[in-house]
């Protein structure tokens, strides 16, 4: 006997959110096609950052051992004064992190992650995947929707998720807000064989080194094999789009100040690339009848929190439990769905701009946020991670 379950679901986009929601989907029985525009379903760019909150949702995903056997578990986050280079913060990432958020913080790679999520959607029949296809267009009637992409080809579903990515298509039908709003910020990334990382830095932990106006984070991935490195500096350079190749003599620049080992650790790297950062000020509706978004799609967010692919996780288990409980209703779903994530990703939308300021802070405002942080206990500062990295009801009731 046929059921709703079985009139697919279109997600416009292949990265990490809509290959999440694909398998939330499946979970619940529900059939998705995946439409994804680059000609390979793939990520590219460097490491990620994992907090104990998106491991709630891999342990619901059933992906807690396949991830597990790729990332690395850092010892502690540590933050330095990049014009001193001392020790700012610690926080250990051992067993009271562990038993107060019940998962642990990890480090991966972005191919491992997501190729962690391919290849559990690929053993899935409920799941169909194709590439190189743009979604150019959307219709909805009021038994379905159709997407045509750039090619012609028309994909019929029962709805549609956008989760296209901060540039997306999908949002300026649904929303029509326009552009991202350019933070002013630059990042430039690398990884590095861990030979190519002088021995003092090759550590097991979550570093960086903060202000002024710029920061610098090493990290490593792959048991440590690889080292990634991320630096940020404000600039009022613009170019729209993801993956250029960075101009190291501006970076060098940017970095004149900072204390020895950061200047030491950007002159190892002969290839960068550069990432402009945008974001939008939170939305409280991402939705319009059968239509969605999810991801940095709904919710852009400047890196600081480290969020951005986690939140678009718990978008998606969050979204598969809506869509069960309103039997197949996807316009109700997905007003309940955003209804229960927007203050979430909000205040992380929020908290990221605010941090973004607390790392690049100069003056008295670096001293205040050095003093406050030096001060700190690990249980303060676990504390105050409790809003992002503790249990969340609405996520909860899904497992
Ligand atoms: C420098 C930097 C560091 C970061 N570090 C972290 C971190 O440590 N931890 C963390 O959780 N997050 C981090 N993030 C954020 C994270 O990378 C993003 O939030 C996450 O990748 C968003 O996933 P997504 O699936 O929503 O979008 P995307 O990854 O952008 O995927 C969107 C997909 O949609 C496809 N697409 C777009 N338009 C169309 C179309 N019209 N038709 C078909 N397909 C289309 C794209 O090709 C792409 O594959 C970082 C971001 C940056 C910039």
Same mark, same amino acid.
């Given at each position: 006997?046929?059921?709703?379950?079985?009139?697919?679901?279109?997600?416009?986009?292949?990265?990490?959110?809509?290959?999440?929601?694909?398998?939330?989907?499946?979970?619940?029985?529900?059939?998705?096609?995946?439409?994804?525009?680059?000609?390979?379903?793939?990520?590219?760019?460097?490491?990620?950052?994992?907090?104990?909150?998106?491991?709630?949702?891999?342990?619901?995903?059933?992906?807690?051992?396949?991830?597990?056997?790729?990332?690395?578990?850092?010892?502690?986050?540590?933050?330095?004064?990049?014009?001193?280079?001392?020790?700012?913060?610690?926080?250990?990432?051992?067993?009271?992190?562990?038993?107060?958020?019940?998962?642990?913080?990890?480090?991966?790679?972005?191919?491992?992650?997501?190729?962690?999520?391919? #290849?559990?959607?690929?053993?899935?029949?409920?799941?169909?995947?194709?590439?190189?296809?743009?979604?150019?267009?959307?219709?909805?009637?009021?038994?379905?929707?159709? $997407?045509?992409?750039?090619?012609?080809?028309?994909?019929?579903?029962?709805?549609?998720?956008?989760? #296209?990515?901060?540039?997306?298509?999908?949002?300026?039908?649904?929303?029509?807000?326009?552009?991202?709003?350019?933070?002013?910020?630059?990042?430039?990334?690398?990884?590095?064989?861990?030979?190519?990382?002088?021995?003092?830095?090759?550590?097991?932990?979550?570093?960086?080194?903060?202000?002024?106006?710029?920061?610098?984070?090493?990290?490593?991935?792959?048991?440590?094999?690889?080292?990634?490195?991320?630096?940020?500096?404000?600039?009022?350079?613009?170019?729209?789009?993801?993956?250029?190749?960075? #101009?190291?003599?501006?970076?060098?620049?940017?970095?004149?100040?900072?204390?020895?080992?950061?200047?030491?650790?950007?002159?190892?790297?002969?290839?960068?690339?550069?990432?402009?950062?945008?974001?939008?000020?939170?939305?409280?509706?991402?939705?319009?009848?059968?239509?969605?978004?999810?991801?940095?799609?709904?919710?852009?967010?400047?890196?600081?929190? $480290?969020?951005?692919?986690?939140?678009?996780?718990?978008?998606?288990?969050?979204?598969?439990?809506?869509?069960?409980?309103?039997?197949?209703?996807?316009?109700?779903?997905?007003? $309940?769905?955003?209804?229960?994530?927007?203050?979430?990703?909000?205040?992380?939308?929020?908290?990221?701009?605010?941090?973004?300021?607390?790392?690049?802070?100069?003056?008295?405002?670096?001293?205040?946020?050095?003093?406050?942080?030096?001060?700190?206990?690990?249980?303060? $500062?676990?504390?105050?991670?409790?809003?992002?990295?503790?249990?969340?009801?609405?996520?909860?009731?899904?497992?």
């Amino acid at each position: 006997m046929s059921s709703w379950k079985d009139q697919q679901v279109l997600i416009v986009g292949g990265g990490i959110g809509g290959l999440a929601a694909a398998l939330a989907l499946a979970r619940k029985g529900i059939a998705s096609q995946v439409i994804e525009q680059a000609s390979e379903l793939k990520e590219i760019g460097a490491g990620i950052q994992l907090g104990p909150n998106v491991f709630r949702m891999f342990e619901v995903l059933n992906l807690i051992e396949p991830i597990n056997a790729l990332a690395v578990f850092p010892n502690n986050l540590i933050m330095m004064d990049s014009i001193t280079g001392e020790e700012v913060t610690r926080i250990p990432l051992g067993t009271a992190f562990r038993r107060k958020f019940q998962h642990p913080y990890a480090l991966i790679h972005r191919a491992d992650l997501h190729k962690v999520l391919l #290849d559990a959607c690929v053993t899935s029949n409920l799941i169909h995947l194709d590439a190189s296809q743009k979604v150019v267009k959307v219709d909805e009637t009021k038994d379905g929707i159709t $997407a045509r992409t750039e090619s012609g080809k028309d994909y019929r579903g029962a709805a549609l998720i956008g989760a #296209d990515g901060l540039w997306s298509t999908i949002r300026q039908i649904v929303v029509g807000d326009g552009k991202p709003k350019p933070a002013g910020h630059i990042t430039y990334r690398a990884v590095l064989p861990a030979a190519e990382i002088p021995e003092q830095y090759r550590w097991r932990d979550m570093a960086f080194w903060a202000g002024e106006k710029v920061h610098f984070v090493l990290y490593p991935l792959r048991t440590g094999n690889l080292f990634n490195l991320v630096a940020v500096f404000h600039s009022d350079r613009y170019e729209e789009g993801w993956d250029s190749f960075g #101009d190291p003599a501006e970076l060098h620049e940017r970095f004149a100040k900072t204390c020895e080992p950061v200047r030491l650790l950007l002159n190892k790297i002969e290839s960068w690339r550069m990432w402009v950062l945008c974001d939008r000020p939170p939305i409280k509706e991402w939705s319009r009848g059968r239509i969605t978004l999810l991801g940095d799609a709904a919710h852009p967010m400047l890196q600081y929190l $480290a969020q951005g692919a986690c939140m678009s996780v718990e978008d998606a288990v969050c979204l598969a439990d809506k869509v069960v409980a309103a039997g197949g209703d996807y316009a109700a779903a997905f007003r $309940a769905y955003q209804q229960a994530r927007y203050l979430r990703t909000g205040r992380v939308q929020i908290m990221a701009r605010i941090y973004g300021e607390f790392y690049h802070a100069s003056g008295v405002a670096k001293e205040l946020r050095n003093m406050m942080l030096s001060s700190r206990t690990p249980e303060g $500062a676990m504390a105050g991670m409790e809003w992002l990295y503790g249990e969340q009801k609405e996520l909860t009731s899904a497992a």
